[in-house]
C-alpha cells in the first residue's frame, strides 16, 4: 500500500498528469476542429457522407499503438507525435456521429425553415446544429474518453503521461506502481465522461430534452 500512494506523492506525478490532460485536451480539439466542418461540408451528399462514414469507420479500426509507431518516422520521438496521433484517433468519432446527427434531421424541418425565409447558413446553425447538437456531443464524448485512454500508450514514444506509470510497474514487477497509473487514468476518464456529460446535456436545447423525456 505504501508503494501505491507513493506514486501519488512523487515530484513528477502532478506534471505527468498535466501531460496527460494536455495531450488529451489537444487531440480532442484539434479533432472537433477537423471533424465539425468535414460533417458540415459533407452532410448534403449522400455519396460524400457515406464516404465519411466509411473513412471514420477505417480510422476506428486502427490499433493506437500502430498509429504512435507510424508517425515515428515523421515526429520522432515525444510531444508532437503522442498529440498528433492522438489526434487521428479523436476525429473519426466526432465525424461519424457529427454526419449522422445533421444527416437524421428531419427534412420536412428544413423545409419549413427555407419556407420561413431562413439562408442555408441560419438553417445550419439555427436549426441542423441544435438538433443534431445531443448525437454530435456524444460522438466527441466517446472521442474524448477514447483518446484519454490512448494517450496511456504515449510513454512508448516518450511523451510522458500517466503510461509511464503502468510501464515502470511491470518492468519493475511491482504490481502496486502499475495499479496507481491504470488508477489514475481510470479516474481522468470517469472525470472526462462526466464533463462531456454535463456539456452534452447544455447544450442540447430545451425541447428536445424536454421530448425525450415524454418518449420515455
Known amino acids: 500500500m505504501q508503494e501505491f500512494l507513493q506514486v501519488f506523492q ?37 455519396s460524400a457522407s457515406t464516404l465519411a462514414i466509411n473513412i471514420g ?36 468519432p466526432i465525424l461519424i456521429n457529427g454526419v449522422v446527427g445533421l444527416r437524421q434531421v428531419n427534412p420536412q424541418t428544413l423545409d419549413a425553415a427555407k419556407g420561413m425565409g431562413l439562408s442555408g447558413r ?29 494517450v496511456t500508450l504515449a510513454t512508448f514514444v516518450g511523451a510522458g503521461g500517466l503510461g509511464d506509470y503502468i510501464v515502470e510497474g511491470f ?23 462526466v464533463i462531456f456529460a454535463g456539456l452534452e446535456r447544455g447544450f442540447t436545447p430545451k425541447g428536445l430534452r424536454i421530448a425525450a423525456k415524454r418518449g420515455k
Open 10 to 46: 512523487r515530484s513528477d506525478f502532478i506534471s505527468n498528469f498535466i501531460v496527460h490532460i494536455e495531450i488529451s485536451a489537444l487531440a480532442v480539439l484539434f479533432g472537433v476542429l477537423v471533424a465539425i466542418p468535414i460533417a458540415i461540408l459533407v452532410n448534403r451528399s449522400d
Open 57 to 92: 469507420n477505417l480510422g476506428r479500426a486502427i490499433p493506437s499503438l500502430a498509429l504512435l509507431v507510424l508517425m515515428f518516422p515523421i515526429f520522432g520521438l515525444g510531444f508532437d507525435n503522442a498529440l498528433f496521433a492522438v489526434t487521428l484517433l479523436a476525429i473519426p
Open 171 to 193: 518492468q519493475r514487477n511491482s504490481t502496486a506502481i502499475a495499479v496507481a497509473g491504470a488508477l489514475a487514468v481510470a479516474v481522468l476518464a470517469i472525470i472526462t465522461e
Open 122 to 150: 441560419q438553417i445550419l446553425s439555427g436549426v441542423q446544429v441544435p438538433i443534431a447538437a445531443p448525437i454530435i456531443f456524444a460522438g466527441i464524448r466517446t472521442s474524448a474518453v477514447q483518446v484519454v485512454a490512448s
